[in-house]
């Protein structure tokens, strides 16, 4: 199958969507698939020896006539059976492509805030989390979770070793450092946290507009002691393995990368109510609301029972080993494009 993979995001960044369908285009490569994936050309290095790539100038808007002339001239010489939007710019691009008979638009839902209009027009819309599925109106609506490889990686750059305070409670949290996320809130937790665990040590792996400000939070708080912001680390498995507790904060969630890396690694999650996480975890581990107080409270608790959580976790571990791997996913996301033929 010739599948072409449209990522349009600005190159600005690398989250999970820009992972996800790096991930994907590999996997679906490693089935014996023809996959091209056009995006901004900073994003290369990424899917070298994977899949074909196309850099095209997606910092454009989604209207500007140059961008689309592009992806209409690569997937013109293609002539792909699947055309994959991945989020709601590329699903508007996707839309307006004239393809021929057999060729099939489908795209991918990333955000539990996205708007579907963009991929109304398209012939399927796959969402990555169940709350994301129930939201779509689409007629052929797919829920494929989000799944990572489980192969031994080069751990040289990310051993957990670097990390792990021997004395301390560890606990870990990750994502791109915007205000969505909830580090703020998580950080102005911390304080009533150690005073119930003193040896209690949060580590914050990620980089964004937000790092200098929750620097100078932590300065406030007098919790530099207890706070590390160590930046991006491309593999987080090492550290999960090695840490007590991974808590969440967002406000939203699609269906978080870091939720199944840790469940991967068995390390025990709390969260609050997001997309993915009041899915796969039990009702224990996931935090009131989104408050300073539900997630300190949430925290202390887990904290207070950490073996426990851990035991309560265990179907959640299984689940993921079984069903959240890059080899499922893939092979789901096959079985959208194989299901039926496109609208006329």
Request: contains cysteine; proline residues 7%.
């Amino acid at each position: 199958m010739i599948i072409a993979m449209v990522l349009a995001t600005p190159g600005t960044g690398w989250g999970g969507m820009e992972k996800h369908t790096a991930d994907l285009a590999g996997a679906l490569t490693a089935l014996g698939h023809d996959v091209h994936v056009l995006a901004h050309p900073s994003y290369q290095t990424h899917f070298s020896g994977r899949s074909s790539f196309h850099p095209c100038p997606m910092h454009m808007g989604r209207r500007n006539p140059w961008l689309r002339y592009r992806i209409r001239r690569i997937v013109g010489t293609l002539h792909p059976e699947v055309v994959h939007a991945q989020g709601s710019k590329a699903a508007t691009l996707v839309s307006r492509l004239k393809l021929p008979p057999g060729c099939q638009k489908a795209g991918t839902v990333h955000g539990s805030k996205s708007t579907e209009k963009p991929f109304l027009p398209l012939d399927k819309v796959i969402a990555v989390s169940t709350p994301v599925y129930q939201s779509l109106t689409h007629p052929r609506k797919f829920l494929v979770y989000n799944g990572i490889d489980v192969k031994p990686r080069d751990n040289t750059s990310s051993r957990a070793d670097a990390y792990r305070l021997p004395s301390a409670i560890n606990v870990v949290a990750a994502g791109r450092l915007e205000s969505v996320k909830g580090f703020h809130r998580l950080v102005s937790s911390w304080p009533e946290v150690v005073e119930r665990f003193p040896s209690a040590h949060l580590t914050i792996f990620g980089d964004g507009s937000q790092r200098a400000s929750l620097i100078e939070q932590i300065h406030q708080l007098d919790c530099g002691e207890y706070i590390s912001l160590p930046g991006y680390l491309t593999n987080l498995m090492p550290p999960l393995e090695q840490a007590d507790l991974l808590v969440i904060s967002s406000d939203r969630e699609g269906f978080p990368y870091i939720l199944v890396e840790a469940l991967m690694s068995g390390c025990p999650v709390v969260s609050t109510p997001v997309a993915g996480c009041t899915e796969i975890l039990p009702k224990e581990a996931i935090a009131a609301d989104h408050s300073r107080a539900a997630i300190s409270a949430l925290l202390i608790k887990a904290l207070s029972a950490i073996e426990e959580l851990r035991q309560l976790e265990q179907p959640a571990f299984d689940y993921a080993r079984e069903h959240l791997t890059l080899t499922a996913m893939a092979k789901a996301t096959l079985e959208v494009y194989r299901d039926g033929v496109p609208r006329t």
